[in-house]
Every structure is written in C-alpha cells, then in structure tokens.
C-alpha cells in the first residue's frame, strides 16, 4: 500500500476538482532538503532554525555560518516558496544562553518571540543573515514569528523585518488560542498565517506537550481545535491572505482533507508524508472536504471527529 501511494503521487497538491492546496515540508535544516525535494514538497513551509543553535551553549552563531545554512536551502527551491522561522527558543526546546532558567511554567513563559524581542541582536543578526542568504535567488522567502500572542507581537516581528531590510512577507504563527480568537487584529499587521498545531493544542487544552499522560488532549482531532483553525483560516480568507498549516496535524491524510475543507491554503509535514496527504486529497473535491470538515466540527470529541470525517468522505 505504501509503494502504490507513493507510486500514484506526484505533482502539486490538489483536491479532485482541482483546489490548489501547496504541499510544503517541514525541515530542521540543509540536512532535510533533499529528502523535501524527493518527496515533491513544493517548497519549505517550515525551516526550523533552532538547529543552527545547538552547537554553542554560549552565544548564537556567527551571521557567516547562518548566511551560509540558509543559502543553502534557499538554493534547493529556486521558484519555491520557503518559509523560515525565526528562532524559537524556549520551554521544550531551552537555550542556555537565552532561556530563563527559573521559570515555574517555561511553556508559559519567555519562549518563542517573547526570546528574541528580549534579545533583539540576536533577531537582528538572524533577519539580516537571511537577507543576505536570498540576495539575488528568485525563490519566494516568506518569514514567520512563533508563539504571537496578539496584534502587538505581529507588530513588534513586521518592525523588526522592516528594519533588517528583508524583502520577503510577514508572517505570524498561530499557537496560541488569543492569536486564532483574533485572527484578524493580528493580520493588520502581517500578511500571512501559519497555525502551529502542537502548540495551538498544548495551550488550547492547558496540556503540556511533553507530558505523555495527557497526551488524549494532544490529539489535532480534537474539535475545539478544529474550530480555532477554522477561526484563524476564515479571517485570512476575509483579509484575502493565506493561512497554511504547520503542525502534526497536516501530516494525517484524513486530517489534511478537513483542514483543507476548514479553508487553510497550504500543508507543511514532515517530507516522508507528503505522497500520502497528497494521495488522498486527490480523491475528493473541495465540496467533499468542507462536508467532512462541518461533520467533524459538529462532533464531540476526536474520536467522533475523526469517524464523522470518514463517514462522510466514503460516502456512507
Ligand atoms: C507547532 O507548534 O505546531 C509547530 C509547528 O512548531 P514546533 O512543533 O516546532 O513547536
Ligand atoms: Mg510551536
């Protein structure tokens, strides 16, 4: 079954009738590009930029050795979209040199953004090392923010690109239940959304992601979820901006249909993936996938959700 799929698919993503839905990959770095390009990602729509941190437990890497690591992925997508985030520091994923280490609750504390507007050389040198990295490639850069709370956050990344001299869009990831709620307030100031859906769930259900014995609340299938994604993509349609996804979440075929169908514009998964989401989308028209989104939605828990989503997708 597994050959078939990947036999089967190629292409751009897309459902039956033809709904152009981008199918990107999520990468951790130069390391993951070619698996990407092998797999047909049409782009990056998550370049995880921590792993250029790890090596130094002192200070960030020089802006040379960031020039060279985002040229190099850039380079793999000369017309393709790449998505990159800026450094997301923080709760599951510490810093020594940035991450406080006294905080009861680093989930909720300086993480993310909340790090680099605490330490603005180290955002600077990274917009400015990926401004340079794209001089002159006519690939589509596209850069993001984690963890914007609110319009102030999404204000605070967009000054700080602006200052950096990048030409690419603006964009902020949606993790945290008051960025989805007022979707629209933060699209004032950036031009795109991503939904973050490991973190989107872990604030929404107040269940840590790294804690296995609430994993149920984890689950992407979790209706009230499903609502803030759609919350968050109906307010970038409204704006006329897109609003992709990023998390776990795109990478479950049956999943992929409903997000598709809650209105989100482009998935980004890991690259082994991408044949299966693909696969399946292209079995059923964006009519369908709306259907099995509003039956998912009307459900009372991922279980249901997911059952309701399957039965409408076979006819049944
Ligand atoms: C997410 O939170 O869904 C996400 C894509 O970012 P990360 O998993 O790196 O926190
Ligand atoms: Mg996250």
């Known amino acids: 079954e597994r050959k078939a799929a990947l036999a089967s698919s190629s292409g751009p993503g897309a459902t039956s009738d033809g709904h152009r839905v981008p199918l990107l990959a999520n990468i951790g770095g ?5 698996a990407a390009v092998e797999a047909g990602a049409e782009g990056v729509g998550l370049f995880r930029t ?3 941190f790890l090596d130094d437990s002192e200070r960030a890497p020089s802006e040379e050795k960031q020039v060279a690591a985002y040229r190099q992925v850039l380079e793999a997508f000369p017309e393709g979209r790449v998505v990159v985030r800026v450094l997301d520091a923080g709760a599951d994923k510490p ?3 940035l991450t406080p280490g006294d905080e009861p609750n680093p989930a909720l504390g300086v993480r993310g ?9 180290v955002l600077r040198t990274q917009l400015s090392a990926l401004a340079t990295a794209a001089e002159g490639l006519p690939v589509h850069l596209e850069v993001m923010a984690p963890m914007v709370a609110d319009r102030a956050d999404a204000k605070a990344f967009a000054d700080a690109c602006r200052a950096a001299g990048l030409r690419a869009k603006f964009g902020a990831m949606v993790e945290i239940p008051s960025a989805a709620l007022r979707a629209r307030s933060v699209l004032r100031e950036v031009e795109f959304l991503s939904l973050g859906t490991n973190d989107l769930a872990q604030y929404t259900f107040a269940a840590d992601r790294q804690v296995g014995a609430v994993s149920r609340l984890q689950d992407p299938w979790q209706p009230a979820l499903l609502d803030l994604v759609a919350l968050a993509a109906e307010a970038a349609r409204a704006e006329n901006k897109s609003c992709g996804v990023c998390g776990e979440a795109a990478s479950d075929p049956l999943l992929a249909c409903v997000l598709t169908g809650l209105g989100v514009t482009s998935l980004s998964m890991g690259a082994a993936s991408i044949p299966y989401v693909r696969a399946m989308l292209a079995k059923f028209t964006l009519a369908q996938c709306e259907r099995a989104a509003a039956a998912a939605r009307s459900a009372d828990s991922a279980q249901e959700a997911r059952d309701a989503a399957q039965a409408v997708l076979s006819g049944e």
Not at 113 to 121: A, F, G, V, Y
């Open 30 to 34: 130069p390391a993951d590009v070619a």
């Open 50 to 52: 921590e792993f250029l």
């Open 113 to 121: 953004l909340r790090t680099l507007l605490d330490h603005p050389e």
């Open 95 to 97: 810093l020594a040199f």
